[in-house]
């Protein structure tokens, strides 16, 4: 007993020295000699250089998270849900008591790569410094100078965080930070200044790995560059799937090269239109940077392909992940298109009836929906996910397509969960999950409810 009691005892002492290590130890941040990117290896976009810092915060889409839905532009207030509780992202236009407008630029880039707030408190990774880590020197400088010369000064406070004990104990998330933090700074892995550019982008500014990598038990990303096989290979962001990006029935390796570009630059092509957090990243950052950007992006991510990207024909997967090579396999789909097209109520279960009544209206008996305007739903990659997360919430929510430049209509999907009851809502995402040539497993009425706001 006694042993036991000092092995406590010492437990508690050591927990106790571990905390105020994590309070006092000086912190070293990171200084600018090491965020350095070799510019001469990079294709940097050729763009007026009074512009370049504006294309900076595009690049690195700090407007998707710090503007609130009915907010102003950077003024924060977004919330940002966890299983430990809810973060509402700061306020970063330069106003001097509700924003960043004491923050001077060592402050800015500690707060940027190292997740240390002005007044050396701790932020929370839901602000993705573990991926600016690799922003260069000169797109911190940049990013700065843009927010403090740029952005207008506007008053408002963010609600107060609601992290449940201990996570709202800041001074952990360094603890946190000692497993996760990568080294600082970008080296390309492609001598081709293209290639490098893209790999910046997507590593770096974008942190299209914060949301397609995979996380550990720790929230801490798998792999922060494509030498390690995780990373991109797939994610998920509050129950929605997010799609791998890499592997043979990723989209660069069965999308065309124009199919991917039209994706990421207008939100919608042939097979697919942007659904739940990706809207966001068209809506503030995609659309917005120069093509030659983008074409650095589609590039990339073409070259990890295995088979060095799809080609015209690839824009539909099977469930399987077999590339059909026509636009659909005929001989899956004709029975059901014969089966809505004739319509007799005898012959249908409850689900297909359902989706006559309710969805063939946009979406077409044959699921073909119709090009960059309603998307396919055979082969549909969201339909025939492992998790129907992706569908049930579409279904409840409706979708809306960003109003992009280059797309300028915004055209929305009805929610329906006023109109369907769980029983239907799991009927009808049960038949489209293997309607046509779809092949993915039913869905329960009791997994519904959850998903209801
Ligand atoms: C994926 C979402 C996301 C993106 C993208 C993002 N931020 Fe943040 N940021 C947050 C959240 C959430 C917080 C608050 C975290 C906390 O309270 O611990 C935050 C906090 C900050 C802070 C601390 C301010 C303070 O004093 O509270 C600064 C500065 C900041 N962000 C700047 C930026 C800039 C500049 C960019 C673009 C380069 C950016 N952020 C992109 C989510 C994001
Ligand atoms: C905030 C999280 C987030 C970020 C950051 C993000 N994505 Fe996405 N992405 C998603 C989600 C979620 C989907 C699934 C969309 C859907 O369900 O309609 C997606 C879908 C995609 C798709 C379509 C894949 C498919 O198989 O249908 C591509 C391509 C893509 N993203 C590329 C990118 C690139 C390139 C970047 C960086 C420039 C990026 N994403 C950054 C969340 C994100
Ligand atoms: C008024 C026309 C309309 C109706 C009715 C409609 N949809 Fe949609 N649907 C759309 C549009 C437009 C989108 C693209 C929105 C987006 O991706 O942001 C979409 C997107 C989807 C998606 C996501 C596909 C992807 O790749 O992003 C699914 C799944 C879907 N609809 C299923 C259904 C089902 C099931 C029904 C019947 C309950 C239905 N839709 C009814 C127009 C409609």
Redo the contacts with the bound molecule.
Sequence with gaps: MRLFLRIVAGLVLLGLLVVVALILWPLRLTAPERLTVADDAMAWPAVEKEDYPRL??VA???????TADDGAR?A?G?A?PTPMGT??????TPDDET??GG?TLD??RA??VD?V???G?????????TN?RK?AER??AA??DY?MNQVEPVRNT?PE?EMTFPFNL?FG?RAWKWVSLPRPGFTAASDDPVLARGAYLVEG?E?CG?CHSPRNALFVQSGYDASDPDFLSGGELNGWPVPSLRGEDGAPATWSEQALTDYLRTGRNAASGVGGEMTLVVEHSLQELPDSDVAAIVAYLRALAPNGGGSDDGLLVTADGTRAGALRDAQDSTGTIAMLSAADPDEMELGARLYLDNCSGCHFSDGDGSDSVVPRLDGNRIVNADSPVGLIKTILDGAELPSTHLAPYALAMPGFADRLDDAEVAELASFVRRAWSNDAPPVEADAIGQYRE
């Design positions: 900076a915060v690195a889409d700090c407007a998707a998270c710090h950077f924060g977004r940002f973060i509402y992202s700061s306020n970063i924003g960043i923050y402050e800015f707060a940027l997740g707030r002005g007044d408190a701790h932020l929370y990774p839901a602000m993705p410094y600016y922003l797109d911190v990013i700065y927010m963010p965080d800041r998330i500014p942190h914060a």
